[in-house]
């Protein structure tokens, strides 16, 4: 971690080539929003919780990755850099479209603190698929036209995408390496055969991205009219079972077989003893530069499509990542290989114009990888629960220590919970003893001046009071939620992503509290007077 008081300095004088202005933003992915299908969608609670957020004076709601997951349900290993998650389209608005009858809407007992992602795809992608078969019987000119210019616009990454789909469910969803040779290879009788015999399996998939896209566009409008932007993730490698890997093995280093000959992750950490492989496929980033890394420039063209930030996962990897052999057990034999570097996003940029990048530069930064990012101007991120156990001098996530181009965070996706983390023995911190753990809290409790009966809202006030252009909080940290409301716990594969929050669970009280502390720290995104009693918020019920 680049933390000398020379990189702090320079740091706080750099200009932003995109200004991002004192802000307050919150975490909460769709899938956790309330709502009666098993899973939070683009539909009536999103409209909800979009409106809580503007009537606190919250300014941006971030998001994790959208796109349809595979692997452990992770939307960071999700079949498709490009698609949108099919679980995520609003049932209720294709009934009021007529594609959907009243009775379809009537879903079981689903559990309302967590995702069953198995249950949910079981109740809705039949739904789906009967809705595309109205909409294909119907005459609807209007939507037809509008279909066919979405597949139009999206076809650089809509057709293979549909046709990995169609493949992927006619093989039982086993990887695309299991599947026959000439399919695994593209090979172009075997491709021309199957999508003949699948057109309208094929073009179910398009219709479905249609929906998502469509759902997704009315509500990134409804936040526009809010002032409320959506901060959204690019994660830095792609699930090596994803239609872009299939599609374009050439820009991955694959064998033969179409395997992985090395794969992504991280040394050993604040997480885990042994790093986390992570498994993903690493770029042939030479054969990506000889293109002017068009397949990038499509892919940050795609996102801001989307959302209005982009939060860019693990950027150090850019600058250098790290290396693991494909058939590696642990990350912890591995090797540090230079990444594409300044190239990318002058390529980015040149097409795109600047970008409005957080880089998540956690991890083990070094002045390299700092000098990527603030050649740039991107602002890197800080997290509080890693304030207080070290040096209070070097430590750059401790408030005394941060500067203006940073996000602070008081915990991510990939944190506990500020509660669950103050209560915790440390068991999830493989670099931590018991009496550390101890010592840790003990100076939090003396630095913030604080009891800690409400520890959450100690850290909200800190991340808030912070020099930090933008300060993020997970509902989670509103709500003041133990461990059992973790999002993810990097490492493990099971019981990740589910969390759901309660539909009445955030109240008008909640939001009142954090307006007030955002004017007080001046993170208001209009004017604001001190005696002004913030509104009652709109309870999601």
């Avoid at 997970?474 to 709500?479: C, E, G, R, T």
């Amino acid at each position: 971690m680049a933390n000398t008081a020379a990189c702090r300095l320079l740091s706080s004088l750099i200009l932003f080539h995109v200004e991002f202005k004192r802000s307050c933003g919150i975490v909460l992915h769709p899938t956790s929003l309330p709502g009666p299908h098993g899973i939070g969608d683009l539909g009536r609670e999103a409209f909800h919780f979009a409106e809580y957020l503007a009537q606190a004076t919250v300014s941006i709601w971030q998001v994790l990755p959208l796109g349809p997951t595979g692997y452990g349900d992770s939307p960071y290993q999700c079949l498709s850099a490009f698609a949108g998650n099919p679980l995520l389209i609003d049932l209720h608005q294709l009934g009021e479209e007529g594609l959907l009858d009243p009775e379809d809407l009537e879903a079981p007992e689903f559990p309302q603190d967590e995702v069953d992602f198995k249950a949910v795809a079981e109740f809705k992608m039949p739904l789906l698929e009967k809705a595309y078969h109205r909409f294909n019987g119907a005459e609807r000119a209007r939507s037809w036209d509008a279909f066919r210019e979405f597949c139009r616009d999206h076809r650089g990454w809509l057709n293979d995408f549909a046709l990995f789909g169609a493949l992927k469910e006619a093989h039982d969803g086993v990887e695309w390496t299991r599947w026959p040779p000439e399919l695994a290879r593209r090979e172009y009788q075997a491709i021309n055969e199957w999508s003949g015999d699948f057109a309208e399996e094929i073009q179910m998939r398009r219709f479905w991205q249609f929906l998502f896209y469509r759902q997704w566009e009315r509500l990134r409008s409804h936040c526009r009219k809010l002032g409320l932007s959506i901060m959204g993730d690019i994660p830095i490698f792609v699930a090596h079972d994803s239609a872009e890997v299939w599609a374009h093995p050439e820009l991955f280093q694959l064998d033969e077989s179409g395997r992985a000959s090395v794969v992504a992750g991280v040394p050993p950490d604040y997480f885990s003893a042994t790093g986390q492989l992570w498994g993903n496929p690493l770029y042939r980033w030479e054969v990506m530069a000889r293109d002017g890394y068009r397949w990038w420039i499509e892919r940050f063209r795609s996102t801001l499509s989307l959302v209005d930030i982009i939060r860019l996962d693990h950027f150090r990897g850019f600058e250098a990542y790290w290396e693991v052999a494909g058939d590696a057990e642990t990350a912890v034999q591995g090797r540090w290989v230079k990444g594409p570097g300044a190239g990318l996003f002058q390529a980015v940029e040149s097409e795109l114009g600047e970008l409005p990048i957080v880089a998540e530069n956690l991890g083990w930064i070094t002045p390299e990888v700092e000098g990527l990012r603030r050649q740039f101007g991107f602002p890197g991120m800080g997290i509080l629960q890693f304030a207080f156990g070290s040096d209070p001098q070097a430590n750059d996530f401790i408030p005394h220590n941060h500067s203006r181009d940073l996000v602070i965070y008081t915990g991510t996706h990939d944190n506990d919970t500020t509660v669950g983390w103050w209560l915790s023995s440390g068991e999830h911190d493989s670099t931590r003893e018991a009496g550390e753990v101890e010592a840790e809290r003990d100076y939090a409790r003396r630095y913030l001046n604080t009891d800690a009966e409400e520890i959450h809202w100690d850290f909200i006030r800190a991340a808030l009071g912070s020099v930090a252009c933008i300060a993020v909080i997970p509902v989670q940290d509103i709500l003041g939620l133990g461990s059992e409301a973790r999002m993810n716990l990097p490492g493990s594969s099971d019981g990740n992503w589910k969390w759901r929050l309660q539909g009445n669970a955030l109240g008008p009280d909640h939001g009142e509290r954090l307006k007030e502390l955002i004017w007080l720290y001046g993170r208001s995104p209009g004017e604001s007077s001190r005696g002004s009693t913030p509104r009652a918020l709109v309870s999601q019920d």
